[in-house]
């Protein structure tokens, strides 16, 4: 029980991260992103990359920092496959969405995204094939906190979750208390006011998708350190992170955190009330439980107010 | 210095392309004076305020602010300019607080603090809901806080769409006045409103406009005493309808 | 030749099939605004629910009345029907990417059942076994892949007419009301609840009768076919071929299977043999390519929809003369 | 003096610790075209809102014709013969002025699936009646021409006539007007209050909440006006005018 | 010679384990039109994708079947698409389908009614085999209790469900039994609620792609490294991503062939042609399927229909022909034997494969385990003693 919910915490935080730049994506560009969760395929296999190179070149960069199996090179590797993966995002931006956005309503860019996100998936396919690869081929065991009740943590999963609650705090800071962030909310109510209110439009899109891929190149690396990298992980990642986004409400920094918590933990109490087989349906019966009650989620605010 | 601030030639501008609704529209704002556009709903005067904010596409003429070309310019870069414009829709972020809609535009100036002072003194009502989301205000409230969004940057030139309607008599009339005011302080104001008599009262200056074109313009006391257009545009006695 | 026909009217029957599921979408979504995330959950609803009604007993299992055909076919379709009431119930208050996100969670729980609940639904392996209607007469021949295509668009005729003459008339115009402003809608005494719930449950009963076609031609259905993709494909269709209009949908839906069956044609035809083996890969790419292209080059769809179009002849309206605004 | 078509009692309502309509008691007389004054925020757009049934009272009641409907939903009110128009114009955007309009009246038999399914002839006949009507409320409001154009693309003013056509179109008995003047022009407004006046002498009763104190004076009568929630005068347009307490905080020096 | 006699294969190459399958089967098609090919044709491989969808794998077939006029067609992986293909597309048709790896007792049962005209045929055996050799395993090995992780699909429910028999006739108490959903984030849950029973050790019938994740999750949180896992698992990708020095006690089990070289000699073939051993499930199968397939079509001569090419699939593995094996060679010869009228014992990578009336197989077993130089054969079961147990069982 205390060990599912620590599980589900675990887990759920590396949905909050990404949770994080998909509502803050969401909220500005005012549709559901589906190719965004593709970034953390990007993110993850950009890191690979630069983590080997580095490791290549500087071998003393490839020791794990303890307890994590993070190394120094993985964290350079992370800070390069950030910038990669926000610029990429603003790529994407730049060849489809912006075009699109022009003339026509948020759902052709939803489906725009889908294509996105067929296209971006398979390219990985295309260069680093079906196989699984993985940062560093120890398995980091798990350290026990506590024998009765049983609780088992890794180490990676509780830097993981504190790099969520930091990022959290200091994203929900810069939302309610810089211009900045006024700027960023304006734009995502009104892109005409905003624009004659001094704001210039195309450097806060790229503002935010700088910062959406950032996040989701950081919890793709975070991801790809407790479990593996596939060219299908982004795939993986769409619902949940969607999940996380809507329970938290759109738009919220805390509402994403917790959405991913939430998301998370359903997933990791399911077990405990239904059959195995029935888990992937668990979260959604929870955000429809939320919804019921909160129909914008926890955080989120009615648009048409 | 020349004499006009702001300087429209020949402009064509609309929504979609090939669908002008305004046709070869020309009008000069002098400076430090007040100019009102009226004329008909539906006439284009939203449509020319936005066409000089940059909001609508232009597809021929020029646009000129203070003997430089602005007419293809983003319209974010224009506060920079010293021009302001308030819509006359959708002029408030209903998300953000009164306190951050007003940070927004106020966020590259160093003194910010006062500047909200002063706006706060020029609209009391405000005052007490500072805290509050935009959207819950009452449409006149809103209507002040858009206004003095538009200030806020101490604007040299300003576009106000019908910044009166839905504010009560006495506001109103502190609005108008308020305008009148700034034009004493360097401010050049564009004005387009539907509450003719009150507005050209305190004009220097009127265009009016119907479908999409010039019709006429004149000194304001001049356009509020002919009793033409006080006939067609002023609601004196009804002409042509249905 | 033959084989030509035969495929062509294979490929017909299956793009038939979507684009009755893709009126039903256009229902929810071009008129009432409805994101529905979760159509193949409906989709699926129908086609279960056909094939338990009509597929023959089997041991351990639930089900397998062999009803006739029609009464199978119609007891799927209420199925589908039930499931949008109780479904609508719950979530229709509920907008936009809310919605999706919560129809997408019914689908995928949807999917969850048929994948565990063996008794009822045979689990991951299946449903199968159902007498297809004629086929006894026919055979299952090449004749027969005409009669059931013949089958299917009757059906998708009956359901484009209802829909044109729904949309059309002043109960459309009422949804679409709805689809622009609620509140205003509602000091105009339209009653959005009701009038959601409604296009909701039609439309969704639309799906499930494309669900029952699909089961009764595959004579097989299994968690496999719940996979959100067919949502996704549906949508895709809509999109493509312009959300609100029912020309568009029916277009959108062979042109965009036309596109995931041909672009696996081609690549299996023409792309060199070292290629192969990646095909799989690239024809996603390429169907991503289509769908990002078309949405750049006709981001309205093929058959934008047209405002202002309503019940009667628009020539029947007056010349127009206003002149208040004449100087 | 007849009775009441409609009234409240001490209705209130609150926006968490903000009261902004407070014990607001209230009759409209049949056939009066009453005008609601106030300063902004002094909330008269929540009391709309709460007899049109667009917001739940925190307490008080609601009667049409003697008859309580505190609470009630607003499509229900339509039904009644309550009709109201928005401060903030609400058209529905992408579908024409002429479909905006031919929404408006109840229970159309097309609006059924029955209906539209299979009463094709009588849907099409009443389709044509609504229509000519429509128009003709259209052509009246200078936006004949635009009888096709989506909705969403009007000026400004041009969605306040459209507020206001689509409320008449319903032919109800009372009609709530917010602000129908505020961003139409005067020579038009001219041509609205004719229209209100012959509806208004044809028994339709007109509950205005207005700023344009011209329009006020001349046509409304009696007035009410709202301060910080509450009532703080009832009376003729003229006795509004020399109303200390209007003068001071509505009307200002100016007038 | 420019004529060419069209086979159909579908595949899902656009999954990761779907891809080297295909390739299997295109090389098949090369070696055996090396050898000779079909009346002085060559067979050309028509390879579509049916992406694990149902609908697009029926497509493909109908493609292949109406378009291309195929009478062969080889596919697919998933019984799930495989069932509709046959029922719907192939069956009707007349065209005969051989696939590699569906293993669903329902084929079983459609080709028992007749569903299939003896046109269905696959070189897997079902799931039976499999579970029987794992509680063996359990058993000799001495393990008192089990937990069970398995994949949630036709496949892994039913496997797990002989399994979950198997083990309880052989003296092993299941204590836990956990379906693993495919396209999760995270085994997390699963692993924790399946590490909760303490079981001796754990029984997996995955796939490399959540197994990987499952079974790194599983060892991290300090699970028992006593596994036992299926041939599914029997994938370089696999062990290199789990780690050997994890892998010291991990158990395969996979159908075989009586200790020929047959089996060993694919694995050498195989890696010459591609690189890498064998990994990944269902590669010796799609090898063999393919190559009794095309045998017997050039058997049957190039206008042959589906039904006589079927007919001619006993005369390829035929256990009193002469035995030839999957090499280039082998086919050469076997492709002179057929044409004499002869009949041959194909042994391929799964050995001598057999069909019954339904088109199954059986087979006997090995278990095998992850080795320094790939995968190690460890013990060979042998068909009498797979068929005991399974009496057994059945009391
Ligand atoms: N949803 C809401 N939440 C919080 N406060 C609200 C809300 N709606 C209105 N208010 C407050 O209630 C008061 C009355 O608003 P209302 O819109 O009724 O004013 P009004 O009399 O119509 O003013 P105006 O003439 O400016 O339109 C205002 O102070 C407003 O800020
Ligand atoms: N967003 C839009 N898209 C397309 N056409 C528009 C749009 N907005 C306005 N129009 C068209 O432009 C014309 C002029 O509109 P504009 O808003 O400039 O009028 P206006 O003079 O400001 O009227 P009002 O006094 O009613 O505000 C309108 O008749 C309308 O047909
Ligand atoms: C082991 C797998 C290759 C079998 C396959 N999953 C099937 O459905 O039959
Ligand atoms: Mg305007
Ligand atoms: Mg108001």
């Known amino acids: ?305 | 210095m020349s004499d006009t601030v702001l300087t429209i030639e020949g402009l064509e501008a609309g929504y979609v392309r090939d669908l002008p609704i305004l046709r070869n529209v020309a009008l000069t704002l002098r400076r430090q004076s007040l100019t009102t556009i009226i004329g008909p709903n539906g006439a284009g005067k939203s449509t020319l305020i936005k066409a000089i904010a940059g909001l609508v596409p232009v597809s021929a003429g020029r646009i000129m602010l203070d003997g430089a070309e602005i007419t293809h310019l983003r319209p974010d870069r224009m506060g920079e300019l010293g021009l302001a414009y308030v819509p006359q829709t959708d002029n408030i972020f209903r998300q953000l607080s009164i306190r951050e809609n007003l940070a927004l535009v106020m966020r590259r100036m160093p003194d910010r603090a006062s500047r909200l002072q002063e706006l706060l003194g020029v609209f009391p009502a405000l005052e007490p809901k500072l805290g509050d989301r935009a959207g819950s205000l009452s449409g006149g409230q809103r209507q002040m806080l858009a206004v003095a969004m538009a200030l806020a940057r101490r604007p040299r030139v300003m576009l106000m769409d019908e910044p009166s309607a839905g504010l009560s008599p006495k506001i109103t009339a502190e609005v108008l006045d308020l305008a009148r005011g700034l034009t004493g302080q360097g401010v050049s104001i564009l004005l387009v409103e539907q509450n003719v008599k009150q507005a050209l009262r305190v004009s220097d200056h009127c265009y009016i406009l119907a479908e999409g074109r010039n019709q006429l313009d004149g000194p304001a006391a001049q356009i509020l005493s002919d009793p033409v257009v006080g006939e067609i545009y002023l609601g004196g006695k009804r002409v042509g309808a249905a | 030749m033959i084989g030509l026909i035969s495929y062509i009217a294979f490929f017909a029957t299956m793009a038939g099939i979507m684009a009755i599921a893709v009126l039903g979408l256009n229902l929810q979504w071009g008129n009432t605004g409805l994101f529905n995330g979760g159509v193949v959950a409906f989709f699926g609803m129908g086609a279960y629910g056909t094939m338990i009604l009509g597929g023959r007993p089997e041991a351990e299992q639930f089900g397998g009345f062999e009803l006739p055909f029609l009464i199978a076919f119609a007891g799927g379709i209420l199925a589908a029907g039930l499931m949008a009431w109780v479904v609508g119930k719950l979530t229709l208050r509920l907008r936009h990417d809310y919605l999706a996100i919560a129809t997408f969670g019914v689908a995928i729980a949807f999917e969850s059942v048929t994948r565990n609940a063996e008794w009822l639904t045979g689990g991951a392996k299946g449903l199968r076994g159902f007498p297809r209607p004629f086929e006894a007469a026919i055979g299952d021949g090449f004749t027969y892949g005409l009669v059931f295509l013949a089958l299917v668009l009757a059906v998708l005729i009956v359901v484009y007419v209802g829909l044109e003459r729904l949309v059309r008339a002043p109960y459309g115009r009422v949804l679409r009301a709805i689809r622009e402003d609620e509140v205003a809608a509602r000091s105009l005494g339209k009653d959005p609840a009701r009038m959601r719930l409604q296009a909701f449950i039609i439309g969704s009963m639309i799906m499930g009768a494309a669900g029952g076609l699909y089961v009764t031609f595959y004579a097989f259905v299994s968690p496999q076919d719940m996979a959100p993709i067919l949502t996704f494909q549906l949508w895709a269709m809509l999109i493509v071929g312009g959300a609100g209009n029912n020309r568009g949908a029916v277009l959108g839906a062979f042109l965009i299977w036309g596109a995931w069956t041909l672009s696996g044609f081609a690549l299996a035809r023409y792309a060199p043999a070292s290629m192969q083996l990646y095909a799989g890969s690239v024809q996603y790419i390429l169907i991503g390519l289509v769908i990002v292209g078309m949405l750049l080059w006709r981001p309205q769809g093929l058959v934008p929809e047209r405002i202002g179009k309503t019940f009667n002849d628009r020539a029947a309206k007056a010349p127009t003369n206003t002149g208040a605004h004449q100087a | 003096m007849s009775t009441p078509v409609l009234s409240t009692k001490g209705l209130t309502r609150d926006f968490g610790p903000f009261r902004a309509v407070d014990g607001v008691s209230l009759d409209i007389r049949p056939g009066t075209i009453t005008g609601l004054i106030g300063p902004n925020g002094a909330g008269k757009t929540t009391f709309f809102n709460l007899i049109s049934g667009a917001l739940k009272p925190s307490a008080g009641q609601v009667l049409l014709n003697g008859q309580d409907i505190t609470g009630l939903p607003p499509e229900a009110l339509f039904g009644k013969g309550l009709a109201r128009t928005f401060q903030i114009p609400r058209p529905f955007r992408r579908m024409s002025l002429l479909e905006n309009v031919m929404l408006a009246p109840q229970g159309q038999r097309g609006e059924t699936v029955l209906g539209a399914l299979f009463s094709r002839a009588a849907v099409r006949a009443e389709e044509a009646r609504l229509r000519d009507k429509a128009m003709g409320i259209l052509e009246f409001m200078t936006l004949g021409k635009l009888a096709d154009h989506p909705a969403g693309q009007i000026s400004g003013g041009q969605m306040k006539l459209l507020e206001l056509a689509r409320a008449l179109m319903g032919d109800p008995a009372v009609i709530l007007l917010d602000e129908p003047a505020a961003g139409v022009n005067p020579s038009l407004t001219r041509v609205l209050i004719e229209r209100i006046e012959e509806l208004n002498r044809r028994g339709t009763t007109f509950f205005i909440i207005e700023h344009d104190m011209d329009f006020v004076m001349r046509h409304c009568d009696p007035v009410i006006a709202l301060a910080e929630g509450k009532v703080v005068f009832e009376g003729t347009a003229a006795e509004a005018q020399t109303n200390p307490l209007l003068l001071d905080a509505y009307l200002g020096a100016a007038e | 010679q420019d004529c060419a006699v069209k086979v159909g294969v579908v595949y899902p190459t656009s999954i990761d384990w779907g891809k080297p399958i295909a390739a299997t089967a295109l090389w098949v098609t090369d070696m055996i039109n090396e050898a000779g090919g079909i009346d002085g044709c060559k067979f050309e491989a028509v390879l579509r994708d049916d992406q694990s969808d149902p609908k697009v794998g029926v497509d493909a077939a109908k493609a292949l079947v109406d378009l291309d006029k195929v009478q062969l067609l080889l596919g697919t992986v998933a019984s799930g698409v495989t069932i509709p293909m046959l029922t719907s597309v192939t069956a009707p048709a007349g065209v005969m389908q051989m696939s590699c790896c569906s293993s669903s007792n329902r084929l079983t049962q459609i080709a028992a009614e007749g569903t299939t005209k003896g046109l269905w045929f696959r070189t897997f055996a079902t799931s039976n085999v499999q579970a029987s050799v794992a509680a063996i395993l359990a058993r000799d090995s001495g393990y008192k209790t089990i937990s069970i992780l398995y994949k949630n699909d036709d496949w892994g429910q039913d496997i797990a469900k002989l399994a979950a028999a198997a083990f309880e006739a052989a003296g092993v108490t299941v204590v836990g039994s956990t379906a693993i959903t495919d396209g999760q984030p995270s085994y997390r849950a699963e692993v924790t609620e399946a590490l909760g029973a303490k079981a001796d050790a754990v029984y997996m019938a995955i796939y490399p792609k959540e197994g990987i994740s499952v079974v790194r999750e599983w060892l991290s949180l300090g699970g028992t490294q006593n596994i036992i896992g299926t041939n599914s698992l029997k994938s370089d990708e696999f062990k290199e991503a789990v780690g050997m020095r994890y892998l010291a006690n991990f158990q395969g089990t996979d159908t075989s062939t009586p200790r020929t070289d047959s089996a060993t000699a694919f694995v050498d073939a195989y890696t010459a042609q591609f690189g890498a051993a064998p990994s990944g499930p269902g590669l010796p199968n799609s090898f063999d399927a393919a190559a009794i397939a095309l045998l017997a079509y050039a058997a049957a001569g190039k206008d042959a229909k589906g039904a006589d090419i079927a007919a001619k699939v006993p005369m390829v593995t035929d256990p009193a022909g002469e035995k030839i094996g999957g090499t280039v060679e082998g086919f050469t010869k076997a492709l002179a034997l057929l044409k004499e009228g002869k009949s041959v014992s194909y042994q391929g990578g799964t050995g001598a494969v057999v069909f019954d009336a339904n088109g199954d197989v059986s087979a006997p077993a090995v278990a095998w385990a992850f080795g320094d130089s790939g995968i190690e054969e460890k013990r060979y079961i042998p068909l009498e003693e797979v068929g005991a147990f399974m009496d057994s069982m059945a009391k």
């Open chain 1, 1 to 305: 029980m205390i060990q599912n919910l620590v599980d589900g915490i675990l887990t759920g935080s590396i949905y909050s991260l990404a949770a994080i730049g998909m509502t803050m994506v969401m909220h500005m560009l005012r549709f559901a992103n589906f190719s965004y969760a593709e970034l953390l395929g990007i993110g993850g296999y950009a890191a690979l990359v630069f983590d080997r190179l580095f490791a290549a070149l500087v071998p003393a960069l490839g020791v794990a920092i303890e307890p994590l199996t993070l190394t120094w090179a993985l964290v350079l590797a992370m800070l390069v496959a950030m910038v990669i993966t926000g610029a990429s995002a603003v790529l994407f931006d730049w060849l489809v969405f912006k075009r699109i956005r022009a003339k026509a309503d948020a759902l052709s860019m939803v489906f725009a995204s889908f294509g996105v996100a067929l296209i971006v998936r398979n390219v990985i396919t295309l260069i680093f094939g079906h196989k699984a690869e993985l940062y560093s081929q120890d398995i980091a065991f798990a350290v026990v906190l506590s024998r009765d009740p049983m609780l088992l943590v890794k180490p990676d999963q509780i830097f993981t979750l504190v790099a969520a609650l930091v990022l959290m705090l200091a994203f929900h800071l810069v939302l309610t208390r810089t211009t900045f962030g006024y700027a960023l909310r304006a734009v995502a109510e009104n892109p005409n006011l905003s624009q004659v209110s001094g704001v210039r439009l195309s450097s806060m899109v790229t503002a935010v998708w700088m910062i959406g891929g950032g996040l989701s190149a950081a919890a793709g690396v975070f991801y790809a350190m407790t479990n593996h990298l596939s060219p299908v992980m982004g795939h993986n990642f769409v619902l949940p992170v969607f999940a996380a986004t809507i329970v938290g409400g759109i738009g919220s920094v805390y509402g994403a955190v917790l959405g991913g918590f939430i998301v998370g933990i359903a997933s990791g109490l399911a077990l405990m009330v239904l059959p195995s087989g029935y888990t992937p349906a668990m979260p959604f019966v929870i955000i429809l439980a939320v919804l019921l009650v909160r129909p914008h989620g926890l955080f989120g605010e009615d648009r048409d107010a």
